[in-house]
Structure formats: C-alpha cells, structure tokens
C-alpha cells in the first residue's frame, strides 16, 4: 500500500473535465511542495505532465492543470480527449527520495 | 532530442547479479541527476535509486538498499545499475530517468529494460 493515497479509477465524457486527487500523511512528506505528475498510456514510458504542484512543461497540453490543498494534490484534465485515457501517478520527491502513488485509471466513456 | 536508452535486462535466478546500463543523448548529462525507477507486472511505479549529476552522492529505496549500487560515467553519457543479491519481486521493468539539476522531478524516460528473477 502507498503512501500516497490516489483513487484507483475516474471516469468522464469526451469534453468534461475530471480531477483525480493524491492524499498524503502530512507527517511523511512536510509541506507536500514537491509534487509532479505522471501519465502512463498501457505498455509504453511514463511521462512527465505536472512538476512543482502546477508547473507544466512546454510539451504538454494546457488541459492538464495541477493544484494541492494541505497534504492532497489534485490533477485536472480539462475537456477530456479519448488520447488522455490512461493511468496517472502523483509522485513526491525530495533531494534523496522519491514516492509514488498507487495510480489512477482514467476512463473517457 | 532527449533519448535514453536502456539495456541488460533478462532472466536471473534468485540471489543472481545483473548489470543494467543506460545510454543517453539530446542533453547535457553531466549536469542532471539521473535516476532508476522500476514497475513490476501489473502494478504501479517504484522508485529505486539517484545519483547526483557529479557522481557524489547516492540514494536508494529502503527495498534495494545494501543490494543495487547506481553509479555513471559523465564522458560517455551513461548511467548504471548493478542489482546483486536478486529476489522474485525485483522482477520488473527498470526504466532509466533523466531528473533535473536541482529540481525535484522525473523529467524524460527511456522505453525501460525487463529484468525476471525466477529459478
């Protein structure tokens, strides 16, 4: 079982948005700056589509949007397209560790 | 464009060796953390270890730690993993993973290499 808390699955219609949230002991990962998330489609690499809590790089689109409130981050896709249908992990990193969480299926119906 | 490309996967028996290697380019390698990051079947991502862009400093997961030594070789743009001391649920995908200098994330990964500890 992970540290981080994630719902095993979310689910939602092409052009909704949907919000997929990453709970932490607050005592294990201090202020819960450090937060990136991770987009994994089946079979292939995870990649990179939140650092810093919000920041998104360049190469990823502006419908992923990320956020944290006390010691739970929060992912949101907005209008939701069928590529986005994959598994996404919250991680928190520090200088010498980093923690997963357990992932999260997204359905697009 | 930032590649890495993993290698020295296969099949070992418990308590078995393997060394895992990483070829990278499209970046200044000396310049970033670099990282292993592993996924057994059907299951989720598990961090194992760092190593600092100079090579000075290591870390490693609780789970690997005293077993799996990372280490890299700044003039040739590649980093390492040896795994000793193997056991069935190392059985995984390794990935190679370029981080950053000095922030805190997981930037680019490499197609990741299988590794099956089974007698």
């Known amino acids: 079982q992970s540290a981080l808390t994630q719902p095993r699955s979310v689910s939602g219609s092409p052009g909704q948005s949907v919000t997929i949230s990453c709970t932490g002991a607050?005592?294990?990962?201090?202020?819960?700056?450090?937060v990136s998330w991770y987009q994994q489609h089946p079979g292939k690499a995870p990649k990179l589509i939140i650092y810093?809590?919000?920041q998104r790089p360049s190469r990823v689109p502006d419908r992923f949007s990320g956020s944290k409130s006390g010691n739970t981050a929060s992912l949101t896709i907005s209008g939701l397209q069928t590529e986005d249908e994959a598994e996404y992990f919250c991680?928190?990193?520090?200088?010498?560790?980093?923690?997963f969480g357990g992932g999260t299926m997204v359905t697009v119906l | 464009q930032v590649q890495l490309v993993e290698s020295g996967g296969g099949v070992v028996q418990p308590g078995g060796s393997l060394r895992l290697s990483c070829e990278t380019s499209?970046?200044?390698?000396?310049?970033?953390?670099m990282h292993w990051v592993r996924q057994a079947p059907g299951k989720g991502l598990e961090w194992v270890a760092l190593?600092?862009?100079?090579?000075?400093?290591?870390s490693y997961a609780d789970s690997v730690k005293g077993r799996f030594t990372i280490s890299r070789d700044n003039s040739n743009n590649m980093v390492f993993l040896q795994m000793s001391s193997l056991r069935p649920d190392d059985t995984a995908v390794y990935y190679c993973?370029?981080?950053?200098?000095?922030?805190?994330?997981?930037?680019?990964w490499g197609q990741g290499t299988m590794v099956t500890v089974s007698a």
């Open positions: 993973v370029k981080g950053t200098y000095v922030q805190i994330y997981l930037d680019y």
């Open positions: 499209g970046f200044t390698f000396s310049s970033n953390v």
């Open positions: 190593i600092r862009y100079d090579g000075r400093k290591e």
């Open positions: 607050r005592s294990d990962f201090g202020p819960f700056e450090f």
């Open positions: 810093d809590v919000s």
């Open positions: 991680c928190v990193g520090t200088f010498t560790t980093y923690v």
